[in-house]
Structure formats: C-alpha cells, structure tokens
C-alpha cells in the first residue's frame, strides 16, 4: 500500500467503507414491501439484466465501479513514467534490479573483482508495517512531522560468492533510516546451499552453524567488516535506494493487482 493510498484512508471513510454503507443500504430498501410494483419492476429488471453482465453475483457490479474509481484514483496518483531515483540508479552502472512482476521480492546483482554480489530484499515488510502504522492512527496515536519518510526497517539479505573459490558469505541486514544494520555473517562451504531458495537448501542450512551475533564481535573486526562491505557498495546510498524501490514496486504490484481483479470479477 502505497504511502498516498494510506493518507487517504485516514483523511476519509475508505472505499471499502462506503461499499458497505451502500449494501446496507440497498438491503434495508429491499426489504421493505413494494407497494407499488408499477415503479419497482423496472429497478428490478434492470439490476436483475446487470447482475447477469458479471457471473451470477448480486453484488459483482457494484464491486467492478469499485475497484474501477480504486483503479482510476492509483492511475491518476502515480506517474506512469520511470521516476527519476531509479533512472540516477541505473544511470551508476553498478547494481542490475532483477524484479519480476507479480512476485513481491526483489534482486540486486552485480560483479565486484572474481566476486559476485546478491542482495534480495522483499516488499512485504513495506505492507506489513503500513498496516501497523495505520492502526496506530486509527487507536489516535499522531505521527510526528520530524518523522522520518522511510522509517520502516526492511530486511535485507547479501550473498557474495567467488569464481575461482567454492562457498559463499551471507549477510542479514536491516535497511532502516538510510544505513544498514548488520545482523550476522555467516559462511557455506557449499555455495548452493548457502544461496539457494529451495526447501532442500533451507534445511540444509538448519543444521549449520551461521556465525555468531554481528555485535558480539570485537569492536575492531566490526569495523573492518563494515569496511569490506562498503567497499562493495553495500552502503549508505544503497539503503535509501531500497526502501524508496519498495514502495514504487508495491504501488506498482497494487495497480496489477485492482485490474486482474477487476477483469476477473467482470468476466
């Protein structure tokens, strides 16, 4: 949920809100009894001709004009342009976005020397924390104006693997506030098993031991460890470009999403 489409719930009574005012209210007037049948056939013929233009649902014309004004609203809300973070991203020749649509995680790739670098990150953590934030209003709770745009932490997950040696290093991170905070690094023997996002990987990795606690290590080896991944351009830059990608991809995932539902439920 994009941070426009938010504002707009807590500014007024959702569109999900007044769908459902509108059914109660057409309930309350279907069951009153129709005294004069002159003037009530007419309605009912022609609800009964519009039910039948989408299945076999009473309701499936008003949710199409529902999610349709949903869909027009996103349209008109957001540039169908590329914006121009991501073309200044691309433009740096550095990171290579591997995003497929309709999936709601994301890839940085790039080469460093004989190494190549992984970094996946997902949008869900971009929703889930949107709708914590938008209950907190709804209990009355006021954000701050001094508020950070991009104050939701997103997990982050780097793999970096060399050609001419086997194994791979992983790192856990979370992006939040313009900097990564590192969580652990841990080293695979076996490369796929340490990259690779499969069942069989996963419980692989289980019985491994992943290295300890970024922060118990010796101030010192912290330091040098944030050096190397500096160097790799896993940086300051790199953790205002993701949550910023997050939310174009999320709007993007969300305006997908209103019109394959749209042609399913009209069809």
Same mark, same amino acid.
């Given at each position: 949920m ?31 009894p ?13 609800f ?74 997902? $949008?869900? *953590?971009?929703? %889930?924390?949107?709708?914590? @934030?938008?209950? =907190?209003?709804? /209990?009355?709770? +006021? ?52 990259t ?15 290295g ?21 351009? $896993?940086? *300051?830059?790199? %953790?205002?470009?993701?949550? @910023?990608?997050? =939310?174009?991809? /999320?709007?993007? +995932? ?14």
């Amino acid at each position: 949920m994009s941070a426009i489409r938010a504002l707009r719930q807590v500014a007024g009574p959702s569109s999900r809100m007044l769908a459902a005012r509108g059914s109660a209210h057409t309930f309350a007037r279907a069951a009153l009894p129709a005294f004069r049948t002159s003037v009530a056939a007419p309605a009912s013929r022609a609800f009964s001709v519009s039910a039948r233009r989408f299945g076999e649902g009473a309701t499936d014309v008003t949710l199409s004009q529902k999610l349709t004004e949903e869909l027009q609203y996103e349209k008109e809300a957001a540039s169908s342009a590329e914006p121009d973070f991501l073309k200044n991203f691309k433009e740096q020749g550095v990171w290579k976005v591997e995003d497929v649509a309709g999936n709601d995680e994301v890839t940085l790739a790039r080469k460093f020397g004989n190494e190549t670098i992984r970094l996946m990150f997902s $949008i869900a *953590d971009i929703q %889930a924390q949107e709708e914590a @934030e938008f209950e =907190e209003l709804e /209990e009355g709770e +006021e954000t701050s104006e001094d508020q950070p745009t991009h104050s939701y932490p997103i997990r982050c997950s780097f793999a970096i693997t060399k050609d001419s040696v086997p194994g791979a290093l992983t790192i856990d991170a979370m992006c939040q506030d313009g900097s990564f905070v590192t969580d652990n690094i841990s080293f695979y023997a076996d490369a796929q098993v340490g990259t690779e996002l499969t069942a069989e990987a996963d419980w692989k990795r289980r019985g491994l031991f992943i290295g300890p606690q970024f922060d118990t290590l010796d101030v010192s080896v912290q330091e040098e460890f944030e050096k190397f991944l500096q160097e790799r351009g $896993i940086n *300051d830059a790199l %953790a205002v470009f993701i949550p @910023e990608y997050s =939310e174009y991809k /999320e709007q993007k +995932e969300y305006v997908s999403w209103l019109q394959n539902v749209k042609k399913f439920v009209e069809a």
